[in-house]
T-cell receptor
Framework: AQSVTQLGSHVSVSEGALVLLRCNYSSSVPPYLFWYVQYPNQGLQLLLKYTTGATLVKGINGFEAEFKKSETSFHLTKPSAHMSDAAEYFCAVSRYSGGYQKVTFGTGTKLQVIP | GAGVSQSPSNKVTEKGKDVELRCDPISGHTALYWYRQRLGQGLEFLIYFQGNSAPDKSGLPSDRFSAERTGESVSTLTIQRTQQEDSAVYLC??????????????FGPGTRLLVL
């Protein structure tokens, strides 16, 4: 079984401030972890993913996330928020089961960027 | 095509009517997923296709929901006798499926279904 918990359904930051979106997971096997972003009226777009290797993963648009096994976390960060970062962000965990990747998504965090 | 496309983009229907939602995946992507996204909630897995077969239908909420895929390409999700609780955005995603490492899922823009 696997699950994802995103703390905070809404997060507001000022433009230029640090963005921190929290994600904790549970998985019975080593997890594969993802962050997706959804802009208004669009589908989800992959920001970054962790499979194996380096635990600090860099993605698009200046975002990065660090896999911390001891904390079962995969928090998303960006040093300086931009207005264009306003969107909904989904954390997801994946495991290989029954011949395919089964992905479980969190409930999402809406990021508001205040000018 | 360049990406995953879905049609219609919006659908308003009356309770009790049947609806068909269409997904055109990226050419060559053997894996296809349907998800449901209710207002204010995360993505809920509905069904997975590998080629034209559906090894995992565990997410379909009731027997009113069915899906098929033909030619390892287009997929249709059918909801019979729609209910108001079916109102949601239905998202389709496709990916390659090579080995056991996770492939990126590419999402369509979704179909926004409103059942009156």
């Amino acid at each position: 079984a696997q699950s994802v918990t995103q703390l905070g359904s809404h997060v507001s930051v000022s433009e230029g401030a640090l963005v921190l979106l929290r994600c904790n997971y549970s998985s019975s096997v080593p997890p594969y972890l993802f962050w997706y972003v959804q802009y208004p009226n669009q589908g989800l777009q992959l920001l970054l993913k962790y499979t194996t290797g380096a635990t600090l993963v860099k993605g698009i648009n200046g975002f990065e996330a660090e896999f911390k096994k001891s904390e079962t976390s995969f928090h998303l960060t960006k040093p300086s928020a931009h207005m264009s970062d306003a969107a909904e962000y989904f954390c997801a965990v994946s495991r290989y089961s029954g011949g395919y990747q089964k992905v479980t998504f969190g409930t999402g965090t809406k990021l508001q960027v205040i000018p | 095509g360049a990406g995953v496309s879905q049609s219609p983009s919006n659908k308003v229907t009356e309770k009790g009517k049947d609806v068909e939602l269409r997904c055109d995946p990226i050419s060559g992507h053997t894996a296809l997923y349907w998800y449901r996204q209710r207002l204010g909630q995360g993505l809920e897995f509905l069904i997975y296709f590998q080629g034209n077969s559906a090894p995992d239908k565990s997410g379909l909420p009731s027997d009113r929901f069915s899906a098929e895929r033909t030619g390892e390409s287009v997929s249709t999700l059918t909801i019979q006798r729609t209910q108001q609780e079916d109102s949601a955005v239905y998202l389709c995603a496709s990916s390659l499926q090579i080995g056991t490492l996770p492939e990126t899922q590419y999402f369509g823009p979704g179909t926004r279904l409103l059942v009156l």
